[in-house]
């Protein structure tokens, strides 16, 4: 994780809910059966979390943002897009999403679960992250690749990267990541993609988000 106590790893302020509608092809034929985000005896903390409305995510006014579609889903009827996946579309931008949740003090163990599905007609890479991961083209650093990203920002507004890779995949895939460490904290979960408007597009969709409060 990374512990940084500049202002610039504090997520992007509230501005444009704008949601937009892209979808690309090839994608899988079949939605899989939906898991359960909620195991027995466990609190889920992230509301809307398959983004069936509009309500609770925040989407961050970028040159490209992210949206909701209607396909790919992993269940339901709409899922989110960060990021570009069409081709003739590629700008410079970042594109993003994020929500803000409490996670209740105590002895709970407090998991994130969501699907991701990844797209890139880039190099796919498993990539380093920088000491501070900008998110904005205002950030004194700047990306210069590609990149999809899951980002967790803690109550100091501290920034711990779950996730930062350039990857195609050929079905949803679940993600995890232990957040027990933040317990009693505000905490934003971020959802992004940057790309830097040259070469391949880089995208991401992601279904039924889950943080589960789960007492021993």
Known sequence: ?????????????????????YTSTPWPTATPTASPTRPPGCVNLIANGGFESDA??????????????????????????????????????????????TIPAGPAAVTLRYQLFATTTGTRAKLTPPAI???SPLDRAQLTDDVQMVLLFDSAGQQHVLLFQRQWYSAWQQHTADLS?????????YFGVFNNGTGGVTGLYVDEVAVNYCLP
Request: proline share 11%.
């Open 1 to 21: 994780s990374r512990r940084i106590s500049s202002i610039r790893t504090r997520p992007p302020p509230p501005n444009c809910r704008t949601c937009l509608l």
């Open 56 to 101: 609770a995510w925040q989407i961050n006014n970028t040159v490209y943002p992210a949206g909701f579609v209607t396909f790919p889903v992993y269940s339901g009827a709409r899922a989110l897009r960060a990021g570009i996946v069409h081709p003739p579309h590629n700008v410079y931008s970042y594109s993003s999403a994020q929500q803000t949740i």
């Open 133 to 135: 991961v900008p998110t």
């Open 181 to 189: 460490a933040f317990r009693g904290q505000a905490v934003t979960l």
